[in-house]
């Protein structure tokens, strides 16, 4: 189990679990196999985050790319997001867990849309904080935000306007985002919380993420020193 520094920072990390599909090639199998062990990586690597004092949990589960994958893997990965509704995310709300989804859940099926309304209702005000990103692209959060400010009438945009507009309104940004899957690039994730992230990247597929990647991750972190732009 990792350990902060009694001045310790990190309070929030967020996750882009890349490589599912790669590792289930690599095995031989259907992508959707990948996401189905990614899963289950994730729930495993949340709930050590949380043991280990980290507030606020991050995922990236679905982007609004993502729709431009094939037919037959968006479909495998929302029926895993709607049976996971229903089973792993139930239990982590009866653990303390808040959920919050971030991303435009209108084009979703009804059915997913208000089991994911409900998880949220019923586990708000829990003590640590599992943000599931969903259809969410982070330019596109921003350009809904300011629409939303625009027509109830705002006419200046500061950026603690927006900060509060946002999905992730009320939260603490980031401290760190990690990557896996050796890909050096954000794709479109907290745009606007991520300006003063941390970076960590490891090769690591996705489904093989396992405490030890969490370890690194921290350590690295507590390695670096945050300016914030000051000296
Ligand atoms: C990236 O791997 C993974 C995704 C785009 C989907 C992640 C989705 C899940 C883990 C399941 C749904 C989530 C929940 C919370 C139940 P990739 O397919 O891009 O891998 P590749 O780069 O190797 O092709």
New binding site residues.
């Given amino acids: 189990m990792f350990t902060h520094p009694t001045d310790g920072t990190l309070k929030h990390i967020a996750f882009i679990?890349?490589?599912?599909?790669?590792?289930a090639k690599k095995r031989g199998m259907p992508?959707e196999f990948?996401?189905t062990e990614?899963?289950k990586a994730?729930r495993r690597i949340a709930e050590y985050c949380f043991r280990g004092g980290i507030e606020t949990v991050t995922?990236y589960?679905?982007?609004t790319e993502?729709w431009k994958r094939p037919q037959n893997e968006v479909a495998a990965?929302m029926s895993?997001?709607r049976s996971?509704l229903s089973l792993?995310m139930e239990e982590m709300a009866k653990n303390d867990i808040q959920i919050t989804f971030l991303g435009d859940k209108s084009p979703l099926a009804p059915d997913v849309r208000a089991q994911m309304e409900k998880l949220e209702r019923e586990s708000a005000g829990n003590r640590w904080h599992l943000n599931?990103a969903i259809n969410y692209g982070g330019r596109a959060e921003i350009v809904s935000a300011v629409n939303r400010l625009a027509a109830s009438g705002v006419t200046e945009f500061t950026e603690d306007a927006i900060s509060d507009a946002i999905y992730t309104s009320g939260q603490r940004d980031p401290d760190l985002i990690v990557r896996s899957?050796g890909e050096l690039r954000l794709s479109n994730f907290l745009t606007w919380q991520s300006v003063y992230s941390e970076l960590y990247f490891t090769d690591t597929?996705?489904p093989d993420f396992d405490e030890a990647d969490v370890d690194a991750a921290v350590a690295a972190y507590y390695e670096r020193t945050r300016r914030f732009g000051g000296v």
């Fill in positions: 679990m890349d490589g599912n599909g790669r590792w992508r990948g996401h990614g899963t994730f995922i589960a679905f982007s993502n990965i895993l997001f996971y792993g599931v899957a597929l996705w």
